[in-house]
């Protein structure tokens, strides 16, 4: 990963781990003297790190990457990994309508992310919600639970063959995390590349 | 509301959300449309004493694997012939003492010293022409062409279950001669251990079926060095005592008194059956040149290709190593010693080596090698099994795995048997040698049988090259066979001549209880069931008015395909006490006939086994005989030593009740907690 960072005129390659959080802004100490505002572009190649994850499933073709990606970013560090899925309930039900519980699809999501991430030798926690917006939703639980990023997956869908398609919950989220958000993006289809 | 949850309200007003409980995510996971896939937690055991004993378990043998964490390793040429090697490579430290004790044995032994070279190559060259048939195995079966499969596709049943009961006994003597060996090679470098022999053998069987129901693998590198270090050291031992015999005149240590009266022998007197019984006791080291045929989808890719070249290999270096050593033998002068217990190879290894690290390095490593031959039965031998398992020729437990991914059943009882027969030979390996060369060669005859009829079925490119090179391999170990049999027939053989056909039998009256199993279970494809056809009564054995009878009372309720066929009864010595239960019954448990049978002979089982046989009698004859359901109310205990205290009774009565026609049990059980709820 490559970062811009502030720090000296003299700019120099550093290799290492982060020390804090990268999500945000990654603030180096050089020679015990903070360097905030001088810019310089140093490549850092050490993997971010944070302490929490949200990964937002959609039970969709992204799914197991974003899960392993998630997961081997996660490990230098140890963080906690919260995989949720928002089941969305329409105002013709009540919101405690029992729907989700009940749902085969929308516990296999979870369980099949539980077994991507096992695979990988990490652990995933679950985390099944009903509510009337699943942006609003992801957003409310990262926040919640303090996360550092929430890390969505985005297929790659044109609108009647028109337009990319990027939906309504993304948007949500970038616009209104409090935390960084990551969207991984599919490849494009052969096709339409 | 959902299992509870008030909705969480989010950031902005408006924006709420439920978390779903997930009850099923500790035990289970959805793995397709209506497919769960248990976790570990879902066989947990419940009970402190089911802890425990787990706690035990996963001490001895290790946590549980999942079927996912089986590795699938390839072996490169070099780690394979390391591996499956062992077996046929340690045979060489034990199959030139073989020879010489059966020229001993027959008042020759002067022609130990003379003619046991000749015999060895004899034998080599038969290893060549075994070797290069089971070649043509390599390439024909790449799914793995051991005796049992080959025959099985190509002979039939009978001659299938001839290979695979040969194989068993086969895997089973590896374990107890390459045992008993390597603790005679231990006993030769440590004579105080000479006493201790059996122990230590048993020992050493205990601890590798041990650590095969922990889930060893034969694939790591860790067991290809005792492979390599022993041939190292025993070429090294070659290379040392060729030159000290060609180029230094080394005549061998000093010559004990048996030495001196041998060599003063003539041997004019050496018959045909005399070279013969040497010959079937040096083919012992024919034994394990089967082995990487069986194990080709093992192999890196090309499978078929690197196997063969890897036998091969295998055969010239055991056939090189076994001529070697028996050349060192003879020109030494060396005989096997049995007090102070030393092996052939440990004197030739003391008289090259010296009394020195040397020396103790060599037997270490043979020892550990033949422990190794020994490990590998633990592969092939529950494999075999878990395969005769599945075709119905052995009890299917064996082709169940155990928690390490072991086939269990099939190691312990290997461990079982191998020790059985390691006590009753005294853990001498010359007493089980005639037991083992016969199994063997009975092996390789059928799958090189088998092989000729493969060619001629099949007719692949060079059928008949092939087809020639397996008719040679038959006919040669079906003769080797016949004279090692005969050979070692008074000397132990017969036992192997009797167990494959009881062997044999066993199987297939296995297979012939299976079949009828399946056949009485069977169910026509083309059958819809709807409903249940008979009609169901319902009767509760009851013992006064309780909740757990109320409760069973209610269920039977729900059974009943019939009111009127639903009814309690209640046996007693006291009619008195009988009257006031049906007074009682009558007002609280009304619509269900309560029928109450006088005991005066105070036996409470029998009365309603009868009643139940009086009332199938009383059935309409032009009517389809009911399903008698027995529901018994049953109170659950809370501590293992209340179990001693109450439904002694049921138990006695489902245990009548069980194979009864048309009868099913039915336990309600009543929990003290639901007492307190109550």
């Known amino acids: 990963m490559s970062a811009v960072r502030r720090g000296r005129a003299h700019a120099r390659w550093y290799r290492g781990p982060a020390r804090r959080p990268v999500l945000g802004v990654t603030q180096s100490l050089v020679r015990g003297r903070r360097y905030a505002e001088v810019p310089t572009l140093v490549a850092d190649t050490s993997a971010p790190q944070f302490r929490r994850a949200v990964v937002a499933l959609s039970g969709g073709r992204t799914d197991r990457s974003i899960v392993a990606l998630a997961a081997e970013l996660a490990r230098p560090a140890k963080a906690d990994l919260v995989g949720v899925h928002v089941v969305e309930i329409d105002w013709t039900l009540p919101l405690d309508a029992d729907v989700a519980g009940r749902s085969e699809d929308a516990q296999r999501v979870l369980d099949i992310a539980e077994a991507t991430a096992e695979a990988t030798r990490y652990t995933l926690e679950t985390v099944l919600l009903q509510a009337r917006d699943v942006g609003a939703a992801i957003v409310d639980e990262a926040t919640e639970r303090a996360a550092d990023v929430i890390i969505c997956g985005l297929p790659f869908r044109r609108r009647f063959g028109g337009d990319f398609a990027i939906g309504s919950t993304i948007p949500y989220v970038l616009k209104n995390a409090p935390c960084a958000v990551w969207v991984v993006r599919e490849a494009m289809p052969e096709e339409q590349a | ?678």
Request: hydrophobic content about 50%; some cysteine; overall charge positive.
């Open chain 2, 1 to 678: 509301m959902i299992g509870g949850r008030r909705p969480i309200s989010g950031r902005k007003p408006g924006d709420k959300r439920i978390r779903v409980d997930r009850v099923h995510s500790p035990y289970f996971r959805y793995t397709g449309r209506g497919q769960l896939t248990a976790k570990a937690a879902a066989s947990a055991p419940t009970t402190a004493l089911g802890r425990f004993n787990q706690r035990v378990k996963a001490f001895l043998l290790g946590r549980p694997l999942a079927n996912e964490e089986e590795i699938g390793q390839r072996l490169s040429k070099k780690k394979a012939l390391a591996i499956f090697s062992s077996d046929a490579i340690s045979s060489s430290a034990y199959a030139t003492e073989e020879i010489i004790l059966a020229f001993l044995l027959a008042g020759v032994g002067s022609a130990a010293f003379s003619l046991s070279i000749e015999v060895s190559v004899a034998i080599a060259v038969l290893l060549g022409i075994v070797a290069f048939s089971y070649r043509q195995v390599c390439i024909a079966y790449p799914s793995g062409g051991g005796s049992y499969s080959v025959s099985k596709a190509n002979l039939g049943r009978n001659a299938s279950l001839v290979a695979a009961s040969a194989l068993l006994i086969d895997y089973t003597l590896t374990v107890a001669v390459s045992t008993s060996s390597a603790v005679e090679q231990i006993a030769s470098a440590v004579p105080a251990l000479h006493d201790w022999t059996v122990v230590i053998a048993i020992t050493a069987i205990a601890l590798i079926t041990l650590g095969n129901l922990r889930g060893l693998r034969e694939a790591g590198s860790i067991f290809a060095i005792p492979t390599y270090l022993f041939l190292g050291s025993a070429f090294l031992m070659i290379g040392l005592g060729v030159f000290r015999i060609l180029f230094m005149g080394d005549t061998g240590p000093t010559p004990s008194p048996a030495v001196i009266r041998v060599t003063q022998e003539t041997a004019t007197n050496v018959g045909i059956l005399i070279l013969l019984r040497a010959f079937a006791s040096g083919a012992v080291a024919l034994t394990g040149t089967e082995a990487i045929a069986t194990g080709v989808p093992a192999f890196e890719p090309p499978e078929s290709r690197n196997a063969a070249r890897t036998l091969m290999a295998m055969a010239i270096i055991l056939g090189t190593l076994f001529i070697g050593i028996t050349f060192l033998a003879s020109n030494f002068h060396i005989l096997p010693m049995e007090f102070p217990k030393q092996t052939v190879i440990a004197q030739i290894a003391r008289h090259v080596y010296g009394d020195t690290v040397g020396f103790y390095l060599f037997q270490a490593f043979t020892a550990l090698l033949l422990f190794l031959a020994a490990n590998t039965s633990y592969i092939a031998f529950p494999r075999l099994a878990a395969v005769l398992g599945e075709d119905g020729f052995f009890p299917r437990q064996f082709a169940f795995r155990g928690d390490r991914l072991a086939f269990s059943t099939g190691i312990l009882l290997l461990g079982v048997v191998a020790g059985a027969v390691v006590i009753s030979a005294q853990a001498r390996t010359h007493a089980l040698i005639p037991l083992y060369a016969v199994g063997v060669f009975i092996d390789f005859t059928i799958a090189q049988t088998g092989m000729v009829r493969h060619w001629l079925r099949t007719r692949e490119l060079g059928w008949r090259y092939r087809l020639a090179i397996n008719a040679v391999g038959a006919t040669l170990t079906l003769i080797i066979a016949i004279v090692v049999t005969s050979v070692k027939f008074v000397d132990g053989a017969w036992l192997v001549v009797v167990l494959i056909p009881t062997l044999v039998a066993a199987m297939r009256f296995v297979r012939r209880q299976y079949d009828a199993q399946a056949k009485e279970l069977e169910v026509r494809d083309d059958l819809v069931f709807q409903r249940p056809h008979r009609e169901q009564r319902v009767v509760i054995p009851v013992n006064g008015i309780n909740r757990s009878v109320v409760q069973a009372v209610m269920f039977g309720k729900s059974l009943a395909t019939d009111p009127s066929l639903l009814q309690a009864v209640y046996v007693t010595t006291d009619l008195d006490e009988a009257e006031l239960l049906r007074e009682r019954w009558e007002r609280q448990l009304p619509g269900v006939p309560l029928v109450v049978v006088e005991s005066p002979y105070r036996a409470l089982v029998g009365p309603v086994i009868t009643y139940l046989d009086v009332l199938d009698m009383a059935w309409p004859p032009d009517k389809e005989a009911p399903t008698t359901i027995v529901v018994l109310p049953e109170y659950v205990a809370k501590h293992w030593w209340d179990r001693l205290l109450y439904n002694q009774t049921a138990k006695r009565l489902k245990g009548e009740l069980v194979g009864r026609e048309h009868t099913v049990i039915a336990d309600v059980p009543y929990r003290r907690t639901e007492l307190r709820e109550a």
